[in-house]
């Protein structure tokens, strides 16, 4: 019965080892190993429990301690030699306790499964990605806000169907984006919540009949609870879905301010200038300046809606509770999370070192007709007109402005009389980009009051 290649974890009943095939489909340990110290944290809360329930001697569960400590150690310290036989991390990290300790790393295995465990340790990692991306998202959100303080009256087009349209503030702008990522924020907190709840101690998948305590093993590893039924804590993966979901509508987000990125710093643009820090150069055209982390942000997308497509349709159709295509779910988390951890640092990289340019900003501001709306409303305010009617003498007056190849404040009195004889000088007011964003002053407007109040309200937001 014992061929000494048969698994030492599992083998049994097994006479003869793995095909070399099966071994290299099978194994997970070339990407789970990203999993150590969340495996060993959870056999560490596990052991001490099985000691505190009297379900094993406080003598091995010591021993237990120390060993996974060294190994542990041997892992950080790049010593630990992994074994694709052995499959996963799981079965690596007890295989080496063994060696280490003895016998009572054999005990370490009671009231306990894979499935319980990989699914305890892999909550534990995406809790980590969870927190490192609350973080990085307070960071860019910190750099919009900085950019949104220096421009917060800096006069810009806004755009419809990337048309001007009125002009709106740079502060303003920035501002949205800051609404954006303060959703995403919220939307990683939320799954958060969700997530923290203990899968260890359903063991495979009915529970155990050792007297074992999840309430403290769960409140060892800073879960809130243990998850209620043992059948859906080895079998769920929304939490990993959810992290992944929010993380490609966050990705989304990035790919768009990505793109005004890649638009504004453009020699036809120059709204912006990006930093030398965040550009490359051209091997052939010497006087390039390209913005290449915007380009790649604005794609990173694709690879991170692949992943949570993916990780999708492994689960669909999967029945109860555990099976081995679950193994599947790690590499799509690790590369999305990879991702999206590091363009949120270049993006916030980016966004800190840029530099408007707020002469460009307000010369496109003032072009393409962008007070026309302005005009409309005078015409209903001063002269008592319906809406419908101002649109439309406001559009023969633009009309007019472009035969003349002039701007709308530059078209004298009595062209505009023409348009509607009730006109007065007073007009000329409402027809300059700093008036027409001034006014703008209804809740959430682009006027520079409303602006530098919703900066100071995410300032004491973020504490
Ligand atoms: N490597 C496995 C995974 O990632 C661990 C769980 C294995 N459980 C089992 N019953 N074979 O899913």
Redesign the pocket.
Known sequence: MTDKTANAMWGGRFAAGPDAIMEAINA?IGF?KRLAAQDIAGSRAHAAMLAAQGIISTSDAEAIREGLLTVLSEIEGGQFTFSAAL??I?MNVEARLKELVGEPAGRLHTARS??DQ?ATDFRLWVRDQIDAADQGLAALTRALLAQAEAGADWVMPGFTHLQTAQPVTWGHHMMAYVEMFGRDRSRFIDARARLNESPLGAAALAGTSFPIDRDATAEALGFSRPMANSLDAVSARDFALEFLSATAISAMHLSRLAEELVIWSSAQFRFVAMSDRFSTGSSIMPQKKNPDAAELLRAKIGRILGATVALFTVMKGLPLA?S?D??ED?EQVFDAADTYLLSLAAMEGMVRDMAANPDALRAAAASGFSTATDLADWLVHALGLPFREAHHITGSLVAEAESRGCDLPDLPLDAMQAAHAGITEAVYGVLGVDNSVASRTSYGGTAPDQVRAQIARWREALG
């Open positions: 997970s789970d499959e996963d799981h894979r499935n990989v555990y081995k679950m193994q790690k």
